[in-house]
């Protein structure tokens, strides 16, 4: 009697151990494809951006005026596209940091990289 309990209880911690596992696994592929689409995301929002100052430094050029207007209309750009490029990355890494709110040593590291680059940024 003791010995099937034994085999019993073995069995069940083996088992809820195994589906642990896959619970964490399916966490972190679920992780991964978010990261995924965020990037994808990321890099259609600077090639429009990209394209829509190519238009623009086109159109500025084609049409005439002073080289100082067009080159200040172009360093306006450049900062505009660099605080949307922040404020991007700012937002992933708090979506990536409220989906990894678990004890766990993956969590913990990318808790402890999204608060690195949260006091990088803000400090």
Do not use: A, E, G
């Amino acid at each position: 009697m003791v010995r099937s309990l034994k085999i019993i209880i073995i069995i069940s911690i083996s088992i809820s151990i195994i589906i642990i596992i896959i619970i964490i696994i399916i966490i972190i592929i679920i992780i991964i494809i978010i990261i995924i689409i965020i990037i994808i995301i990321i890099i259609i929002i600077i090639i429009i951006i990209i394209i829509i100052i190519i238009i623009i430094i086109i159109i500025i050029t084609t049409t005439t005026t002073t080289t100082t207007t067009t080159t200040i209309i172009i360093i306006i750009i450049i900062i505009i596209i660099i605080i949307i490029i922040i404020i991007i990355i700012i937002i992933i890494i708090i979506i990536i940091d409220n989906t990894t709110t678990n004890n766990n040593r993956l969590h913990q590291h990318v808790h402890l990289f999204c608060t690195i680059f949260k006091n990088i940024i803000f400090y």
